[in-house]
């Protein structure tokens, strides 16, 4: 597909800020507050499911953003650091892919300048229809294990060898929906297998949850995650799953072992994090933004959970992104 007929989901432009042709595109995922800058190397993008970089050399002073496509990155030269659900810094080295599920707070900290590296976005529509029931091992993984990297194995190197005919090629061939889902199938299935075999899934005395508490757990991390305004009673999830508060607690503690509002406080902080580092809003717009009913409660909260002041956290963290040396 040509990148120019997608302008409706992405915003491309040749200019920088001072009106000036750039030796870049600017690549604008719309996600409503933050955007994803300056990739230049071919791209792809496949409908509204999927968006396929070939290179992230050139990648330059990204904000923090939070992903609405489940993001998926091999690294095959050079290093790269990110920050992903505002307090948890992944290293990702060579012959490594880096997982992020949708919904998580992402701040790249540091990209190496030998970087070589590909990445592919899938949307959570996409992921759904390909795992099936699969999803729960994706959600337990990334959500609640927070597996965010898995190391080199020989099914990832073969799989490289046929994911660039595919990806570059798509629009050329015939069969081109059927083949792409059947390979993103494919990999996306031997993620799990190898999610499965962390030391971190293997938990023995896991509660036993039935399929459909799951598939409720799944679809309330879904409604928390495109929530603008994410600091509202359980009651509030409660209705939108027809379910009662308390067999949404029921269903959250048997699944992850966390209570709904344990999920709901800590995607409010990812927000914090992120207006705190990367807009220029006062700590009183923030407040109102996040929908706390004043910037006293805001402050309060914020200072229970991350252990400093709203603008202590500013000063310490707002910094633009490093870009690393090699060996890095």
């Known amino acids: 597909m040509n990148v120019s007929n997608?302008?409706?989901?992405?915003?491309?432009?040749?200019?920088n800020e001072a009106g000036m042709p750039a030796s870049s595109w600017t690549l604008r995922i719309l996600t409503g507050m933050e955007s994803l800058?300056?990739?230049v190397e071919p791209l792809q993008v496949i409908g509204k499911d999927v968006l396929f970089i070939s290179s992230l050399r050139e990648v330059r002073n990204l904000p923090s953003l939070r992903a609405d496509y489940n993001t998926l990155v091999v690294c095959r030269n050079g290093r790269i650091i990110v920050e992903i659900g505002?307090?948890?810094?992944?290293?990702?080295?060579?012959?490594?892919?880096?997982?992020?599920?949708?919904?998580?707070?992402?701040?790249?900290?540091?990209?190496?300048?030998?970087?070589?590296?590909?990445?592919?976005?899938?949307?959570?529509?996409m992921l759904k229809q390909l795992?099936?029931?699969?999803?729960?091992?994706?959600?337990?993984?990334l959500y609640m294990k927070e597996i965010f990297v898995i190391e080199d194995t020989d099914w990832m190197r073969d799989i490289q060898h046929i994911s660039m005919p595919i990806l570059n090629h798509y629009g050329e061939m015939h069969l081109?929906?059927?083949?792409?889902?059947?390979?993103?199938?494919?990999?996306?299935?031997?993620?799990?297998?190898?999610?499965?075999?962390?030391?971190?899934?293997?938990?023995?005395?896991?509660k036993v949850s039935t399929g459909h508490d799951k598939e409720l757990f799944n679809r309330f991390l879904m409604f928390l995650g495109k929530q603008q305004q994410k600091k509202q009673k359980v009651a509030f999830y409660a209705d939108?799953?027809?379910?009662?508060?308390?067999?949404?607690?029921?269903?959250?503690?048997?699944?992850?072992?966390?209570?709904?509002?344990?999920?709901?406080?800590?995607?409010?902080?990812?927000?914090?994090?992120?207006?705190?580092?990367?807009?220029d809003l006062s700590v009183k717009e923030i407040s109102n933004?996040?929908?706390?009913?004043?910037?006293?409660?805001?402050?309060?909260?914020?200072?229970?959970?991350?252990?400093?002041?709203?603008?202590a956290y500013r000063n310490k963290n707002k910094k633009a992104v490093s870009i690393g040396f090699p060996g890095l």
């Open 240 to 279: 939108l799953l027809n379910i009662t508060p308390k067999h949404l607690s029921t269903i959250c503690k048997r699944v992850s072992d966390k209570s709904p509002s344990r999920w709901i406080t800590e995607s409010v902080m990812q927000d914090c994090y992120m207006l705190l580092k990367d807009s």
């Open 37 to 39: 800058a300056n990739i």
């Open 86 to 125: 505002g307090n948890s810094q992944v290293r990702v080295l060579p012959r490594q892919m880096l997982l992020i599920p949708a919904g998580k707070l992402i701040q790249p900290m540091m990209i190496s300048t030998d970087i070589e590296a590909t990445a592919l976005l899938i949307s959570d529509r």
């Open 176 to 206: 081109s929906k059927d083949i792409l889902e059947s390979y993103l199938r494919m990999m996306l299935l031997l993620i799990c297998e190898d999610l499965l075999h962390h030391e971190n899934m293997s938990i023995k005395d896991e």
């Open 131 to 141: 795992l099936g029931s699969q999803i729960n091992i994706w959600n337990k993984a």
């Open 6 to 15: 997608s302008v409706k989901m992405f915003n491309f432009a040749h200019k």
């Open 289 to 311: 933004r996040l929908g706390f009913p004043n910037s006293s409660f805001f402050g309060q909260y914020f200072r229970e959970e991350a252990g400093i002041t709203p603008l």
